[in-house]
């Protein structure tokens, strides 16, 4: 859990474009992005099917793939100097770090 609520917030904070976000929306935000991982992983429980299985990693990997290139966009928009800017760069290898780091916990 501690692993993926680092990747929410940096997925969700830029919705709030620097305005302060009410309880209420920072909770449908939290059921919109955790609510398939929660039904996945509970379907998954239930159902063993290498069809499914191939299907529903699929889904995650195209899902992951256009957070990225959204974010990407929206960095590269809102960014001073872009991608390649020190700022970016640093919280890109600090996230990696926090990653890693949250990852060994549940290792």
Not at 33 to 38: E, F, M, N, S
Not at 56 to 65: E, P, S, T, Y
Not at 81 to 98: D, E, K, N, P
Request: proline share 3%; charged share 10%.
């Amino acid at each position: 859990m501690v692993h993926n609520v680092t990747e929410g917030l940096g997925i969700a904070a830029p919705i709030a474009g620097g305005e302060q976000v009410r309880a209420g929306r920072l909770a449908a935000l939290a059921l919109v992005a955790g609510g398939p991982a929660i039904l996945g992983g509970w379907i998954g429980g239930f159902l063993t099917s290498d069809v499914l299985g191939v299907l529903f990693f699929a889904l995650a990997v195209g899902a992951a793939l256009q957070v990225v290139v959204e974010v990407g966009r929206y960095v590269a928009r809102r960014a001073p100097g872009g991608l390649r800017s020190g700022h970016v760069v640093g919280g890109y290898l600090a996230g990696i770090v926090v990653m890693y780091t949250t990852g060994l916990l549940v290792a």
